[in-house]
């Protein structure tokens, strides 16, 4: 199994792999399922059962993580390859670069997969970069390299299956460019009409859209159909409501979880703090509530 350093963009890959809706969704409520113990910000996914490391805020830090662990996969004589995904914003940060040479140098089965929307935020990839967009780097890192249509499902499916391939059974790198388009702001504080034609936005997404285009190959194939699409929306919706009603009754992390998981042996400046807080919870009860939370050690 590959191992997958994501982005906030790449989820959809945790979900095909297994991750459940009440994973998901226990993790943006950040309560006691939460498998981050209520320490990131929402979306921040992550699953060591399915080989997905944590998403991070940091732009780009995980580009150089990928050949590192690849590194280690090819020392340790496992036929696994790292997967990292990322945009072309973060392939403008010294961490791609660093990640690209290294990855070339020690022959790291790694499969670096950008995700080219043109925009970096609101930036414009006019204003990141006067070359070939990000393919032609990877040529000049000596990587086998490959530029294709990111909004065609079968086009990105075969070129990532040939690279996987490459990765692993040839022990070298690969780099993917996928030129796509991002149909929606770059996030809910985004107000993309700023700095882009609305009406582009609009034309693209009804041409150009992945999620249509392949929703069309599969009517033509009279494998879909309209009514099977509004049964299936439905019961998605259903399913993640139902997600949601349950997370959010269910109490917060242990506060125990303030001070675990950093040493492999707590340090004594943090048993101090935590008989600190058990002392203060436990004098001034009516200031500092522990019902929202679950069982700690120093609970009543």
Not at 74 to 98: M, P, T
Request: glycine share 6%.
């Amino acid at each position: 199994m590959s191992f997958r350093r994501l982005e906030y963009r790449e989820s959809y890959m945790l979900l095909y792999r297994g991750f459940s809706i009440d994973e998901f969704v226990n993790q943006c409520f950040s309560n006691d399922l939460d498998y981050g113990k209520g320490r990131q910000m929402p979306i921040h996914y992550g699953s060591k059962r399915l080989s997905f490391q944590t998403i991070s805020s940091c732009l780009s830090n995980q580009i150089p993580q990928a050949p590192g662990a690849a590194y280690a996969f090819k020392l340790s004589g496992q036929d696994r390859c790292s997967f990292c995904f990322f945009g072309d914003g973060a392939a403008s940060e010294g961490d791609f670069h660093a990640a690209l040479n290294m990855a070339a140098t020690l022959g790291c089965p790694t499969i670096f997969f950008c995700r080219n929307n043109g925009f970096a935020i609101s930036t414009p990839s006019s204003e990141q970069y006067k070359g070939d967009g990000i393919a032609s780097r990877g040529v000049g890192y000596g990587i086998d390299t490959i530029r294709v249509d990111g909004n065609d499902v079968w086009a990105v499916y075969n070129a990532t299956k040939a690279a996987r391939e490459i990765a692993v059974n040839e022990k070298r790198p690969v780099l993917i460019e996928s030129i796509t388009y991002r149909f929606g702001h770059h996030s809910t504080s985004d107000d993309s009409s700023k700095y882009r034609d609305h009406k582009e936005m609009e034309e693209l997404s009804k041409l150009n859209n992945p999620i249509l285009r392949f929703r069309r190959y599969l009517e033509e194939k009279r494998w879909w159909n309209q009514e099977q699409e509004d049964a299936w929306l439905n019961q998605v919706k259903q399913s993640v409501l139902n997600s949601v009603v349950t997370a959010e009754k269910r109490k917060k992390p242990s506060l125990d979880h303030l001070f675990t998981d950093v040493y492999d042996e707590m340090p004594s400046n943090l048993i101090q703090q935590k008989q600190e807080l058990a002392r203060l919870i436990k004098e001034y009860p009516e200031y500092h509530s522990t019902d929202s939370f679950a069982p700690s050690s120093h609970s009543p």
